[in-house]
């Protein structure tokens, strides 16, 4: 079956420390794209890839860093300046062209930063 | 810029009753506009979409939209709710950038 993994589904760090949040996608879609979600505040989105080894800042990209090195795969790395970085984050993938919007999602990642 | 509100932070109705969720939005040219459902603790899922043309778009699991250029509304409708109804929507219009800017959110319950 086609879809979206994100790993792990719970994550606890300490205040100070960088991590990783894993995504992989087997739809063969082009774009992929990370967001954070916070309660009654929607979806925001960090950064997204429209192709490998090009990503671009999205509205809060402060304090993140991704990397695209391949088409199947858009980690996300949460660093130690991201003032609150307790949050549900989601990735997400689409087509390229004008299925662009349709996005499909993956389960999403807990993370928790005390 | 481009803007989404959902007015219902929360909705309760009964099971077999008929939903309505308001999605309100501001975009210059023709919006591409979409209705996604979460679940608790998963991630988003798109119940249907409208880009041009039939005003009424059908989705999935019977849900429907209709798109009213004069309200600059994009309501997601059902007519009779079933309680694997119950979760998170959001409704979403694709932004100047051409990325998709999402609402706060509606979250349904259902009541037996």
């Known amino acids: 079956d086609g879809g979206i993994t994100q790993s792990p589904k719970y994550l606890f760090r300490k205040e100070g420390q960088n991590v990783t949040l894993s995504c992989e996608q087997n739809?063969?879609?082009?774009?992929m794209y990370w967001y954070r979600q916070d309660p009654g505040q929607g979806l925001r989105l960090i950064y997204y890839s429209q192709i490998v080894n090009d990503f671009q800042k999205g509205d809060i990209a402060e304090g993140y860093s991704v990397s695209r090195e391949k088409k199947e795969s858009f980690p996300l790395t949460v660093t130690s300046a991201q003032k609150n970085p307790t949050a549900f984050y989601l990735c997400?993938?689409?087509?390229?062209?004008?299925?662009?919007?349709?996005?499909?999602f993956g389960p999403g990642t807990r993370l928790t930063v005390t | 810029a481009q803007s989404v509100t959902q007015p219902d932070i929360h909705i309760t109705v009964s099971e077999g009753a008929s939903l309505e969720l308001r999605c309100n939005y501001s975009y210059g040219a023709t919006p591409y506009l979409f209705w996604y459902v979460q679940s608790p603790g998963q991630g988003l899922q798109l119940l249907l979409k409208y880009f041009s043309g039939d005003t009424l778009v059908q989705g999935i699991k019977g849900f429907e939209a209709e798109f009213k250029r004069s309200q600059s509304s994009f309501n997601l409708r059902k007519p009779s709710v079933h309680w694997s109804d119950a979760a998170e929507y959001f409704c979403a219009v694709r932004n100047a950038g051409n990325m998709l800017t999402f609402g706060g959110g509606t979250r349904l319950m259902v009541k037996p």
């Open positions: 739809l063969n879609h082009d774009a």
């Open positions: 997400a993938s689409s087509a390229v062209d004008t299925r662009l919007y349709e996005q499909y």
